[in-house]
T-cell receptor
């Protein structure tokens, strides 16, 4: 079945360093979504990418969707302690009028001050 | 404020007992979902429902049951047939192709 894989599983950085997480799907995606889950919290939607090669920025966060629409990345510039959490990518399973998502395992980010 | 309410936040049960997790939303969303999260793993879909009185199995439905009698409510029952029920359970909703909106989750511990 469809799979969404994420690497790395876990990353430590010093505050101020950059961070990148990568997401790969076994199938072409109609869109890809990114969520952030703070420790002890629930996933919160960050962004959705739809177009091939799309790049979107949210302050220090840059999201990319690959040309083949099978991979994506999230890059954080100059990490802060508020960036701590687990970042998940997710893609819809097949066509449909609703958002049934397959999630990657997530990348857990630890930021040391 | 609109949102999704899951209760309780923590739940403890003895092995062999069924337990029902509550999920209520006032977002007027058509679709609702139940995901299970285990440490170091992503979210895995248990059941989902697009409309009232209709629901479909997700990837790990064995040992679980749901109902969707009202648009606002999508309770999940963890039955004694679920072999490893201890986990963090997340309910979510969406409308059309909008992103998922999650509740705060219920952490279930079965001993």
């Amino acid at each position: 079945g469809q799979q969404v894989m994420q690497i790395p599983q876990y990353q430590h950085v010093q505050e101020g360093e950059d961070f990148t997480t990568y997401c790969n799907s076994s199938t072409t995606l109609s869109n890809i979504q990114w969520y952030k889950q703070r420790p002890g919290g629930h996933p919160v939607f960050l962004i959705q990418l739809v177009k091939s090669g799309e790049v979107k920025k949210q302050k220090r966060l840059t999201f990319q969707f690959g040309e083949a629409k099978k991979n994506s990345s999230l890059h954080i510039t100059a990490t802060q302690t508020t960036d701590v959490g687990t970042y998940f990518c997710a893609g819809p399973e097949g066509p449909g009028g609703y958002n049934k998502l397959i999630f990657g395992a997530g990348t857990r980010l630890a930021v040391h001050p | 404020d609109g949102g999704i309410t899951q209760s309780p936040k923590y739940l403890f049960r003895k092995e062999g007992q069924n337990v029902t997790l509550s999920c209520e939303q006032n977002l007027n969303h058509d679709a609702m979902y139940w995901y299970r999260q285990d440490p170091g793993q992503g979210l895995r879909l248990i059941y989902y429902s697009q409309i009232v009185n209709d629901f479909q199995k997700g990837d790990i439905a064995e040992g679980y049951s749901v109902s969707r009698e009202k648009k606002e409510s999508f309770p999940l029952t963890v039955t004694s047939a679920q072999k490893n029920p201890t986990a963090f359970y997340l309910c979510a909703s969406s409308i059309g192709l909008s992103p998922l909106h999650f509740g705060n989750g219920t952490r279930l511990t079965v001993t």
